[in-house]
């Protein structure tokens, strides 16, 4: 019986591929009550079958089988089929009929979506939710059992070896999904005293309520969890919509920190997920050359902004304002000429016109002055180390 059916496939397969020769590659894509249906994965990625149709080959293409799916053997003469062609095809099975077989390779993904699937000895099991071949022949079987819109489900197959059939079978039972879907996130190099985040999100992908009990953290006190609802809450079932928990990495020190986040809930399989977060605070020295470029940028956007104002009667004001620029710039020259100690005693000059005491005078007054002061101790601080 099995070779007659394979010297059937056989003479099938060489009457598609002759026919498949025929076929425009440009083509528009009629679906229904074709003889021969072509669906090039190139032209149609995505082809919806709910109607009757003849033997049908797909090459690189998604085909979804729905409700009213038929692929027929009146049609033609070449029996009512769906035939892999090269492969890497994504074939999903809700509903519908195929009359003479259903042929599939290693490399499609295939999903038929239903339940109570009858047992197969050696190939179906009770409760298995895949058809694996793994010997050196073609499986040839009937797949019965019910679609998931109760219709009934019979399907000739003809599984190539290495081929693989998922049955999505509804389960009452909560599914936990957790990104980032590595369980694991390096959030890199940062500063001290910055900050670096991350988003730890949960979802329900099962049939029934998730009950989280609880989200919480440990680990380095550099990480914390910044936001997210309160726990225990509970997620809908398959739905797109999760939650959100917003993780910041904030080191105080140079080194590397960790830290896991640990979610409980009532996910029977996976009752405990952990996200580990890795993490390295950084101190970057910047130059002398770049600290004294900074110091002018900040003076001259200070002055634009009218928060750093020249001090004194008269004229006095914008003669300061020029020399205070005129000694900084002096400091920059001696700092790019490699002149350390004189610049030094120059910064020390800059430091006293703004440290804000009343002797010697000030030569600015305004917002920034605190800022310009801070930035050329730090610098004199950095030159003497």
């Not at 339940?115 to 009770?126: R, V």
Request: net charge negative.
């Amino acid at each position: 019986m099995e070779t007659k059916l394979m010297d059937r496939k056989n003479r099938l397969l060489l009457a598609s591929i002759l026919l498949m020769l025929l076929v425009p590659a440009a083509r528009a894509l009629d679906v229904c009550g074709q003889e021969f249906l072509y669906i090039d994965g190139s032209v149609d990625p995505v082809v919806d079958i709910n109607c009757e149709t003849g033997y049908t080959i797909a090459e690189g293409a998604t085909v979804n089988l729905l409700a009213g799916a038929h692929i027929s053997e009146v049609y033609g003469g070449l029996g009512g089929g769906i035939f892999s062609s090269g492969g890497y095809n994504t074939i999903n099975i809700y509903a519908g009929q195929i009359d003479t077989m259903f042929n599939t390779v290693s490399t499609d993904v295939v999903t038929v979506y239903g339940s109570s699937f009858d047992p197969i000895p050696g190939i179906l099991e009770p409760g298995q939710d895949q058809i694996v071949n793994i010997g050196y022949s073609t499986l040839i079987f009937a797949l019965t059992g019910t679609y998931q819109d109760g219709s009934a489900c019979s399907l000739p197959c003809y599984l190539e070896v290495g081929g693989v059939i998922n049955l999505n079978m509804p389960q009452t039972a909560p599914e936990i999904e957790v990104f980032p879907a590595m369980l694991y996130w390096d959030l890199g190099d940062v500063e001290v005293g910055e900050t670096a985040t991350v988003m730890v999100q949960i979802y329900n992908n099962g049939n029934a309520d998730l009950n989280v009990s609880s989200v919480t953290l440990t680990g380095d006190a550099a990480f914390a969890i910044t936001s997210g609802p309160a726990t225990p809450l509970i997620l809908a079932p398959n739905t797109s919509i999760g939650v959100d928990f917003e993780v910041t990495f904030t080191p105080s020190a140079m080194g590397s920190a960790s830290a896991t986040v640990q979610i409980s809930s009532d996910d029977e399989d996976e009752p405990l997920v952990e996200v580990a977060l890795y993490g390295v605070g950084i101190i970057t020295e910047i130059p002398p050359t770049q600290q004294i470029q900074d110091i002018l940028d900040y003076f001259d956007d200070s002055v634009a902004a009218g928060t750093l104002q020249g001090y004194g009667p008269g004229n006095s004001p914008k003669k300061r304002l020029h020399a205070l620029h005129n000694m900084i710039e002096a400091a920059s020259d001696l700092i790019n000429a490699g002149v350390y100690d004189l610049a030094i005693e120059q910064l020390e000059a800059i430091a006293k016109k703004t440290d804000g005491v009343a002797k010697p005078q000030d030569f600015v007054v305004g917002e920034a002055v605190a800022g310009l002061n801070a930035m050329v101790e730090a610098l004199i601080a950095d030159l003497m180390s």
